[in-house]
């Protein structure tokens, strides 16, 4: 069974970096059957995808956001982390990330449990 | 970007009844659509991919159809367990990968 589980800061101070990391088990983050993506959802409302990661390293992010995103992989470890830069309370959200298979057809499965990130002084 | 917008925003309906949720995309995405389920406090859940294809472990009381830009799910008989927030998402414009705006199912 597919697992992930987000870990990191639940507060954040404007103008810091978010930093989160996603721990995988059941599966590989080396696979090349798989993006590894981070998806968030600020309170109440709904759900923006922030980007992938592929086992090779190559990524894509939202254009929304990429100027103040990374997304990295640690295959030794079998995670994957998000980091975003100069945050402001509209990046306040639960954080997700997913499992996205890497063929003509995408879609996001499974999900981790998500995390919430307060940014606040 | 392609924008997906869901209707209505939200139902109320009776356990038993048979439900429709509609989402439409901008422009035309042939079978490229997910829906999902997430209830309060949960993660979303995948529950139908490519447009019609019923995700394994999902109850068949739930199903989807649609081509191009108009797509509809269906549950065929309300359950309890079934009151939540549902989600569609588009795949045709990877990576960007966009969801509706979701809509809430009520108890009546």
Redesign the interface.
């Known amino acids: 069974q597919v697992q992930l589980q987000e870990s990191g800061p639940g507060l954040v101070k404007p103008s810091e970096t978010l930093s989160l990391t996603c721990t995988v088990s059941g599966a590989s983050v080396s696979s090349r059957t798989y993006y590894w993506s981070w998806i968030r959802q600020p309170p109440g409302k ?4 922030i ?2 990661i592929y086992y090779s390293g190559s990524t ?1 992010y ?2 929304s956001l990429k100027s103040r995103v990374t997304i990295s992989v640690d295959t030794s470890k079998n995670q994957f982390s998000l980091k975003l830069t100069s945050v402001t309370a509209a990046d306040t959200a639960v954080y ?1 990330c ?1 499992r996205v298979l890497s063929s003509s ?10 995390t919430l990130v307060t940014v606040s002084s | 970007d392609i924008q997906m917008t869901q209707s209505p925003s939200s139902l109320s309906a009776s356990v038993g009844d048979r439900v429709t949720i509609t989402c439409r995309a901008s422009q035309s995405i042939s079978n ?1 659509l ?1 829906w ?1 389920q997430q209830k309060p406090g ?5 529950l139908i ?2 447009a019609s294809s019923l ?1 394994s472990g999902v109850p068949s009381r739930f199903s989807g159809s649609g081509s191009g830009t108009d797509f509809t799910l269906t549950i065929s008989s309300l359950q309890p367990e079934d009151f939540a927030i549902y ?1 569609c ?1 588009q ?1 045709y414009s ?9 809509t809430k199912l009520e108890i009546k």
């Open positions: 709904g759900l923006e995808w980007g992938y894509n939202n254009p997700y997913a057809y995408n879609w996001f499965d499974p999900w981790g449990q998500g | 490229y997910n999902y949960k993660a979303p859940k995948l991919y490519a995700q989600y998402q795949s990877t990576p960007m990968y966009t969801f509706g705006q979701g």
